[in-house]
């Protein structure tokens, strides 16, 4: 299971780096032909669908690798057990509120698969909206992981430093 995980996620970075790639030149030949007077119209709907879905992709890499945006002013000034049990808590929130947001991005994908996504005839606006729970699948995975790994480094904690000085 756990190749198969690391298969995911390096299949992620591919996908994510891609997008971002085909997404950036897609704007940048648009911009080039408008100014020239030849418009790719399609251009800019291409790079809104890349765009969702290197968005929830590049979300879940950088909460593996830890690279998500913190600010420490008030949690660096707690004790080392109070910031467990606060990056406990926060991640008990980030799963709820995956859930919810696969919930509703699952329901929203299958209530619009019948709206064409910016009028493109046979491309359904499912394909974007499925970037919401696919993403926030992936995320919930690593946020349970996350947490698994930081329950085990406290009761690693708790077990072998000394419990009055370093955990509590």
């Not at 619009?112 to 992936?138: D, E, K, M």
């Amino acid at each position: 299971m756990k190749k198969f995980y690391e298969y995911i996620c390096k299949a992620e970075v591919y996908v994510a780096k891609g997008s971002l790639t085909i997404l950036t030149v897609l704007v940048f030949l648009s911009a080039v032909a408008r100014s020239l007077h030849y418009p790719i119209v399609w251009a800019m709907d291409a790079a809104t669908f890349l765009f969702a879905w290197c968005v929830f992709l590049s979300a879940d890499m950088a909460m593996r690798n830890d690279k998500l945006v913190t600010i420490d002013v008030l949690t660096s000034r707690l004790s080392k057990k109070a910031r467990f049990y606060l990056k406990l808590f926060n991640h008990l929130i980030i799963i709820l509120f995956l859930a919810f947001l696969i919930r509703f991005g699952l329901s929203l994908a299958y209530t619009s698969r019948f709206v064409a996504f910016q009028g493109i005839p046979g491309f359904s606006y499912t394909w974007v909206a499925l970037s919401v729970p696919v993403g926030c699948t992936l995320m919930l995975i690593t946020t349970i992981l996350k947490i698994r790994e930081h329950l085990r480094r406290g009761y690693e904690l708790e077990r072998n430093i000394d419990v009055g000085k370093e955990f509590l």
